[in-house]
């Protein structure tokens, strides 16, 4: 970093997770950018190189990553997550890979978008399997019965 005035360069301090930029006038630094990680110091930011289902988000230390939360998706590299647009029946959970979802567990229902699976609330008749998309289930078929 480089003060005004006259003086000469000097080294930066920045802790992990932060650099200095050309042309920063503060030792500290200023935090990594999302998709990048800083290892401090004197080093600059550097890609993530975060395996499908992690991101590196704003201030990373390590070029791993963070596992990507529930409710998004995160392809990996230096991409930043993306918002799960996940259709009626499916959600995001942690570490998803795809903003289309996986299936809704059985016994719960998803509502699509980046909303995460609620309990069924059955009545008998009825039963949630995957995918099911209202807390009331689908009506038993044909050959089976279902106690709710």
Known sequence: FCQGGSADKKPCSAEAGS????????????????GYFCAGGASNQEPCTADAGYFCLEGSTDRIGTLCPAGYACAGGSADK????????????????????????VGAF??????????????????????????????????YHCSG
């Open 82 to 105: 993306l918002v799960c647009i996940a259709g009626p029946g499916n959600f995001c959970p942690e570490g998803a890979v795809s903003q289309a979802g996986v299936p809704c567990n």
């Open 19 to 34: 650099y200095c930029a050309t042309g920063s006038m503060i030792p500290d630094g200023i935090p990594c950018a999302v």
């Open 110 to 143: 998803c509502t699509g978008g980046s909303a995460q699976p609620a309990d069924c609330q059955c009545s008998q008749g009825y039963y949630c399997g995957g995918n099911a998309v209202s807390p009331q289930g689908g009506q038993c078929p044909a050959g």
